[in-house]
């Protein structure tokens, strides 16, 4: 950090930091709010103001504050003589444009609200010109696009202000993206993102292959912001701003920083053909464009907004010439354009504030009415314009005699003709200005009777007026060191330019008469120009930005939509499709060794197992439509696999594979009892062709993989799980050890899923009671599969006699779990089954009377006593569910076991029989919605009870239903 | 280790039941525990991140058993500083849910709150392939049921596609596993980073098959082109909190990817050949696209904020694809930023849109009370989420773009990236436009000529501080990120270190320290058996001993068998 270094974080931050004031400030009245608004401003100027000094005796000031080194990016500021004018120029103008707006802005605008947006787009842009990290410019510069976005949006309410707003965000934050990738090349072959670094490796960056790239890059930033050709449409829309707005973005700042960074990168990047043909080229089309347009636009500001372009394009040509005495002369007009063009836009919101329009054509005549705006707005225009002793004709004549002596592919002459074009038109618009707005006979169909406005207004512009005449009288004794010093900063060597008012009978000279005179004739055939102009048609930019965003939109929309659209089996397909060829084209990039194990002989009790297995497959593709036939189906298979683990010797398996294949078949016949029992035929043949193609494939690559891995052998962890299943988990069957013990944490983690499941069904069903669906559910006719006997004698007493044996076997394979086939799991499953054989028998409500214990608590402490068991470790130093156990002899029994391990096992079962309960709960909830009647006795015909009871119960009933 | 290592899933695990069960008839009761206990669990990983600090990798043993046969929780920097993101934002969604009364819409909020919450947690700390299934499957299924809170049949519609999907994701997970454990006979992640490496080329098929089949897995979760169709739907139509708690629900997949695919399938693997990265890369450029497209064509605002979830999901993944030190800082600290961009923008649509009278198509409206302030969130939050300074995007991009520097990928990733987020920025902004600008022109009815106009909806209230201070929290944290970009970069680049360096990952896995008495080394070893382990689970001295008792183990188990017991 050099002197004074200090100051620059602080000048950065503080327009962002007096952002805040305005909003609250405003509270205490309008010029308490202008004032504190200008504070940051002044207080910024100030410390520039102490800075200036060691600027001009050539030093340059540096500060750096570490921000993120894995990037490279550093809150690194440096202030030469470039940063130094544009830094004056961005808080000077600001300053004028507070005072300006204090008197311009309307009592319904909210002016806190336009302080705040006007400081933070004024420290986006001081941020850009004293950024040393160019990452943290490229921040700096998007920071402006978004600031800049909220300005000229301001006035909210006017469709002009949002689509101006949102095309110039378009253009200069897409500018603004491309940016970033042309910083990240220059700063990766420069080797660092600093740009005091990166301006001293010029040769290699023009080397480097990543040249051109980076160029391209940067210059659609820079271009996008300074409205360069094809880029310039964003610019007059913009204008549907506030004035003062407008005379800052497109005077001082925002457009001025495209401008700005092609002159900081300037030494590295000019110089070259390609820097060249781009640049130069693109500024003279723009400059020609930008005038011819602004000749005809009736809208002050808009033909301000062109004339702005036009200037821009000049800028911009001047910089591509990559002569340091035409870089040079760009600096100088950068001074000269900021003061006459500042001055006008704030004339013409006078003018708009005043006449209550801005239309040339309903305007004229003003010079009387408005004598003093009048005067200001002829000195800048005709500054404008070029006329001698007014600043504009001294950068211009420069600019004709660099331009007059440039060659473009050979030709010596048409970047001076063209140039001079430019300038004959800019004369033009220029004389219009005053011309057709303040001269002439005074009318009297005025919107509103104009006059000249406070002097408040009218300061700001006349300060600048006074500028525009002192730099064009005394330019050596004004601005020469100024410039010089810019300059120098931009080309990197000592500039000596001598700024004076006569050069001598120049080509220059006579390109100057040339401009002027034909200027003024083109001024006095304007009125027949302008019906050709009209009557000519034009590409309108707005229009076709308009078309493209909107199709863009539109096609967009249409594609997100349509792809994301719900087609659940359009989802699955390609998910399916997507997984099969890249599983594949993963299996065909490695090899495969040659198979280790023989093949097994087929028995012909598994062969037909297999074939039943295949068989049901098959039949469940076929008659999926059926939906209770292919739940039987499914449980076929089911069985099958289950059959196949106790081929495998896979006890434990085949008992879990049972138990769940009943339970969830169950389940699924009693919540088929509410769907259709059709499915429709949604898919047409070729939809279904490829879902089938699909599903083979699916179903091949499966098998291929499984055949493939079958074949092999390989060691695994399971040789030590069998080994220490004993001593280490006290549990002779392996899997229930794997289950509670060596994995007991996957388990937990399981019986919450099924303690959510629950949950989470009970939920839904809540849900759907309380929506549309329960009225569907009242209305729904399920008289006709409904059976006479709902609650046929045999079954409900072939189920009590079944509960307690159930129960019994449950226990057993409870209590046996750890050492035999078993386990919580199993055992939980078989109690639910022998429950859910109970409900099926007698109806809920019966059933539901003679249970005490509630399901939610039940998942609950299966959950709680599951966690605690696993708790309960940490007490014994231990972590989280180790188990213990030992050996216990009372002498009555056997001596026995006890493990921590069991606790565990039963918080499994309270959580599976839980689970499995709580969904019966939740599906016979939406029976009796559906109108099932509740029943009180255990069967629908009691043979215990006399008939007569029985009518009287039955009577009894319907009472209570009605 | 500690305990504390485990605390994150078991204290929602016992605290979601009682939630359920015992509380489930009053709501203060419930939101009390449940923000209590979500305050303690961000108090726990505040604690853990500081124990990762220093890159010890702290390996917690279930049940006592030695790696790789029991399951264990890994803590390093990565685990730990997820499971901090994820009770911050667990925390800002939690208080943006009570105070917008979402969790009294429907049953269980709080239950499946903290369920999801210990799914997810879970997922981040375990060491281990299966288990990583385990806490997929707990997660979705919460997440299931806080997606169709309150129900609703569109919403319910929306929850079918996402659980569908997901089971389908889940099935594969299944084959995934299978496959992985038929080739290395493990699940451990540290160890199966060991067995990979010794696979040769020449019978790499079924383990390149394993590393995709989990990638495509993990890419359902990350709604990673083709797999993403799930997404837009899911969030559009989730409930705001909810859709704001997801924001790390994808997080979980591209974790996933990123350790799985870094610590046992990464670049050093020869015989897979930066098989993952080839295939990522392609599918994340796609993803990047789809989702600026479906930012740039929204006609309502919650599929916008859903297609510019997967747009940053893609951008994401673009960064992991490298699979290089550089990318996964860049990677981790997108993904940071994202997460709370995706949560500000959902608790912001739904503080706009319950007091919006049309719903949330993107067109002008009558303007709501606080046009000010929600147009003021939204362009705040809509930054963030385009990525354009001053909040954290805008470095979240630059790292990736830098990180993204393969002659190969350059031109695509950065066009992917750079596009990507013009067409976000145009959506946003037409957006923005339309629904706060635009809305000021249209004369509000409440001061119509004769008063004739009755207010739009008379229950509409002002959000308090309260309702606005999760979204503005979220909003700071994004501040934050980019303020703190140095420190937050330096423990990334840590992380990013630690991850690509899996020795110590390794090394702390398997071989248990000295302190730590392992139940096996009083007990007995089964080593003897195993080719893989032996000389990586045990200090030479202990073999011995080791042998002797595990023959002796042996001796007993089958005694056990065949006597049936004592």
Redesign the interface.
Known sequence: MTEGGGFLPIIAMLPFLGALLPGLMIRAGRNVCAVTTAMPTILALVMLAILAPSVFSGEVIEAEI????????KASFFLDGLGLLFAGMILGVGLLITLYARFYLAGEDPMGVFYTYLLLFQGAMLGIVISDNI?LL???W??T??SS??LI?YW????E??QG??MA??VT??GG??M??GM?ILG?IAGSYELTEILAETEAIQASDWYLPALILILLGTFTKSAQFPFHFWLPHAMAAPTPVSAYLHSATMVKAGVFLMARLWPVLAGTDAWFYIVATTGLVTMVIGALIALFKDDLKALLAFSTVSHLGLLTMLLGFGTPVAAGVAVFHIINHLTFKASLFMCAGIVDHEAHTRDIKRLGGLASLMPVTFAISTVAALSMAGIPLFNGFLSKELMLEEAAHTTWAGNPQIVGIVATIGALLSVAYSFRFVAHVFLGPVRDDYPHKPHDPPFGMYAAPALLAVLVVLIGVFPAATVEPLVNLTAGAVTGQEMHMHLKLWHGVTPALFMSVIAVVGGAILLGLHRPLDRLWIAMPRPEAKVIFDWI?RQ??????????G??N?A?S???A???A??VV??Y?????????PATREMLPIPPVVGVGWVMLLGATLAVVVMHRNRFRALVLIGIIGLMISAGFVYMSAPDLALTQISVETVTIILLLLALHFMPKETPRESGPALRLRDAVIALGAGGG?AM?TY??LR?D???????????????GGG?NVVNVILV??????T???I??L???G??I???M???L???ASRRLRNWDFSRDRSRDRHPLMMVVATRVMMPIAAVVGLYIFLRGH??PGGGFVAGLVISIALLMQYMASGFAWTQGRQRI?Y??M???G??IA??T??G??FAG??????AFG?VHLPPI??F?LATAALFDLGVFLAVLGAVMLTLYSLSRIARYAGETVNIGPMDYDPSQPPEEMAREEAERREEEG | MS?WI?APV?LP??L???I???M?HDMLLARTASIAGTVALLVISIGLTGAALDGTVHV??????PA????VLVLDRLSAMMVLVTAILALIALVHAVASGWDAR???FH??FQ?QL?GIC?AFLTGDV??LF??F??LL??S??LM??????VR???G??YV??NL??ST?FL?AV??L????????IA?LAVKVQEI??????????A???LM?VFA?KAALF??Q??L??TYANAPAPVAALFAIMTKVGAYAILRVHTVVFGPHVE?L?G?PGD?LFPAAVVTVA?G???V????RLM?MLS?AVVGSMGTLMLAISAFTPDSA?AALYYMLHSTFAAAALFLFADLLLSRRASGDLLHAAPQTIQNGLFAAIF?AAA?GMAG???LSG??G???V??AL?DPAEIGWA?AAV??G???T???F??AG?AL???S??IPDLDIAPGGAAAPLAPEVTPAGPLNVAPVMVAIALLALLSVA??PV??Y??ATAGQLHDSSDYVDAVLHAPENETS??ET??H??D?????GDETDEAGDDEHGDA??A???E??HD??AG???
């Open positions: 570490a921000w993120l080194p894995a990037l490279g990016l990452l490229l921040i700096f998007e920071l696009s978004l976005f909220l949006g909210k309410h006017l469709p202000g949002r707003a949102r965000l378009a934050g897409g993206l491309a970033i990738g990240l990766n965003v863009a939109a539109t096609v967009s929309g249409r594609i997100a939509e792809t994301h719900g659940i359009r989802y699955l390609i998910f399916t997507a997984t890249l599983g084209l993963a299996w065909a990039g490695g090899g495969m060794a499966v993989l493939a891995f092999r390989f060691s695994t962890i399971s040789d030590f799980h069998l080994e220490n299943s004993y001593s280490g002779t013990d060596f994995r007991g944490y996957d937990f983690g399981e919450i899923v303690g959510i499941a949950l989470t009970y939920a839904l809540e849900a759907l309380a929506g549309p050492n035999q509630e939610h608590s998942i609950g402490s959950v709680v966690g605690l696993g708790v470790a940490w231990q972590p989280f569910l180790t188990s050996y056997e001596e076991e | 305990h485990i078991v695990a016992l979601a039941p009682l359920a069960f015992v489930r917690y043993r279930l049940g006592d058993w790789p046969f029991g399951i429907g049953w269980h239950a499946l369920f210990m879970g299966f288990n385990v806490f499957e707990v299924i919460a299931y049921g169709i809170h309150s129900g609703g049949k319910l519609r929306a079918l596609q569908v999907m389908a994701g594969l084959f299978g496959t454990y038929a080739v290395t006979g493990t699940l451990n160890d040769p080329a020449e019978d790499a098929a079924l383990l390149r098959v590393a995709m089949l495509i359902i083709p797999v169709f799930w837009p739907n015989s050949e098989l295939w789809v600026a497209v479906g740039l064509g929204a006609r599929p297609f800082l362009f930054i354009m300074p001053p805008f470095l991009k630059l790292l773009l830098d520097r950065w750079l596009a987020s013009l067409m920025i145009v959506g902004a037409r436009s706060f600008w635009k000021t022109a970009a140095g970069s330096s990334l680049e139940k096996m007990m007995g089964g080593d058996q195993d080719d893989g382990h008792e595990g002796a183990a042996e007993e188990a056990g068998a049936e017991g004592h």
